[in-house]
């Protein structure tokens, strides 16, 4: 069974730039969720989709953004490009998203704003 | 989500149990105890979740205090390939599918 993949594993883009990664999540999966991790601020919740819907959002402006499509696939998107943009995205897929259903990471996009 | 607190690092001698402990003392009764690892800039790994039970699987065993304001994650015999960050996170329902990753604790395997 495949993982998690996410795509690409690395970007470069330019400050005032947008971007969108994207997300396939294990087969059978409808939760994605995604990450920020950065070496100052850690691993931080961005949002979450099911069935999709967004059933949560952490505290990230509103640069941020996302969709999932009917095949349970997410993207997430980033307007206007700042430095501190700069971090690995990870995105997270689990079954169904309760609390007894574990989920699985990918290994994430490197996204370098210059 | 009830807060957990890890120590900041730790080292181990390769093939000896690791134990890592993790408080989470305001715990409620409706919330789990997950544990995942990351190994250098890589995603983080599922090891292990349980509510009050202990709990075993391939990777790790996962002891839970009786009243549950802490546990413990033991590696049985711990390789160089267990060094990584190890986080300890306690989830409710309410959050539905967001973890709450906090600083985990740094281990290092020693041959």
């Known amino acids: 069974k495949a993982g998690v993949t996410q795509t690409p594993r690395y970007l470069i883009k330019t400050r005032g730039q947008q971007v969108t990664l994207s997300c396939s999540p294990i087969s059978g999966h409808r939760s994605v969720s995604w990450y920020q991790q950065t070496p100052g601020q850690g691993l931080q919740f961005l949002f979450e989709?099911?069935?999709?819907?967004?059933?949560n959002k952490g505290n990230f402006p509103g640069r941020f953004s996302g969709r999932q499509f009917s095949n349970s696939r997410s993207e997430m998107n980033v307007s206007t490009l700042e430095l501190g943009d700069s971090a690995l995205y990870l995105c997270?897929?689990?079954?169904?998203?309760?609390?007894?259903?574990?989920?699985?990471f990918g290994q994430g996009t490197r996204l370098t704003v210059v | 989500d009830a807060k957990t607190t890890q120590p900041p690092s730790m080292d181990c001698a390769e093939g000896r149990a690791a134990n890592l402990p993790c408080n989470h003392s305001t715990i409620s009764g409706n919330e789990y105890v997950y544990w995942y690892r990351q190994i250098h800039s890589q995603g983080p790994q599922y090891i292990i979740h349980g509510l009050k039970n202990n709990e075993t699987n391939e990777m790790a065993s996962l002891i839970i205090t009786e009243d549950r304001k802490s546990s413990t994650l033991i590696l049985p015999h711990a390789t160089l390939r267990d060094t990584a960050v190890y986080y300890c996170i306690v989830r409710g329902q309410a959050a539905g599918n967001k973890l709450t990753f906090g600083g985990g604790t740094r281990v290092l395997v020693k041959p």
């Open positions: 997270a897929s689990s079954w169904s998203g309760t609390v007894n259903t574990e989920a699985f």
């Open positions: 989709y099911f069935s999709e819907t967004q059933r």
